[in-house]
C-alpha cells in the first residue's frame, strides 16, 4: 500500500488544527499606539536658497565680469525674500565646465567698478585688482641696491638680404647622352 494518502490526511490534519488556533476576528487586539502629533516642520534652509541651475543661467548671463584667480571666483546673488545679496557661492572652472557650490560668505573683496548696477550677481576680486592705485601696497626697492629700470630696445634697420642667383653651370658635370650596345 502506498504512503500517499498517509501524509496527506496528515497535511490535512495539521492544517485543520492551525485554523482552528487562529484567533477570532472579534477578539482582544493590542491596543493601537497613541497618534503622535506631529510638530510642523520648520522652513526647509533648500527653499531660501535659489536652485543652482538659477545661478548657473545667471552667472552664464554675467560670466564677463567674473575675475578669475586660479580658475576661482565668488559672486553674491541677489534674494528676493531678503532684498539682498544674501547668497554666496564659489565658482569652480575647470576647462569650459563650471562647477559652483554654496559658501557661508565671501572671502574676497567686492569689485565695486565695472558691474552693471542692475546686475543680479556681485562678483568678488583679488585684493589687489579690487583697490584703487592709490591704495595698493607697492613692494619698496632694497636701501642697498639702485632701481633699475630697463632700457628701450633698440631699433635696428634690417639689412638687405644678397639676391638668390643659381650657381653656374659646369658643361664637365652634364650628364652623357644614353649609348646604345
Do not use: C
Not at 510642523?40 to 545667471?58: F, G, H, Y
Not at 571666483?73 to 525674500?81: D, H, L, P, R
Not at 583679488?126 to 630697463?150: C, F, G, I, K, N
Amino acid at each position: 500500500m502506498s504512503m500517499v494518502p498517509s501524509w496527506v490526511m496528515l497535511g490535512f490534519v495539521l492544517g485543520a488544527f492551525f485554523v482552528w488556533a487562529l484567533p477570532e476576528p472579534g477578539g482582544k487586539l493590542p491596543p493601537s499606539p497613541a497618534p503622535v502629533e506631529r510638530a510642523p516642520e520648520p522652513m526647509m534652509l533648500a527653499s531660501r536658497l535659489p536652485r543652482l541651475t538659477d545661478v548657473e543661467a545667471v552667472f552664464a548671463q554675467w560670466d564677463r565680469y567674473a575675475i578669475w584667480e586660479n580658475d576661482v571666483t565668488e559672486v553674491a546673488y541677489w534674494s528676493e525674500e531678503t532684498r539682498s545679496f544674501s547668497n554666496f557661492f564659489e565658482v569652480l572652472r575647470s576647462g569650459d565646465r563650471l562647477f559652483f557650490r554654496s559658501i557661508p560668505k565671501l572671502t574676497r573683496p567686492l569689485v565695486k567698478r565695472g558691474v552693471e548696477a542692475h546686475s543680479p550677481l556681485l562678483f568678488t576680486g583679488v585684493a589687489e585688482v579690487s583697490q584703487p592705485l592709490s591704495e595698493r601696497t607697492m613692494p619698496a626697492p632694497l636701501p642697498d641696491q639702485p632701481v633699475e629700470r630697463p632700457l628701450p630696445p633698440k631699433i635696428v634697420a634690417p639689412t638687405p638680404l644678397p639676391a638668390a642667383v643659381p650657381p653656374p653651370l659646369d658643361p664637365t658635370l652634364s650628364p652623357s647622352p644614353p649609348t646604345s650596345r
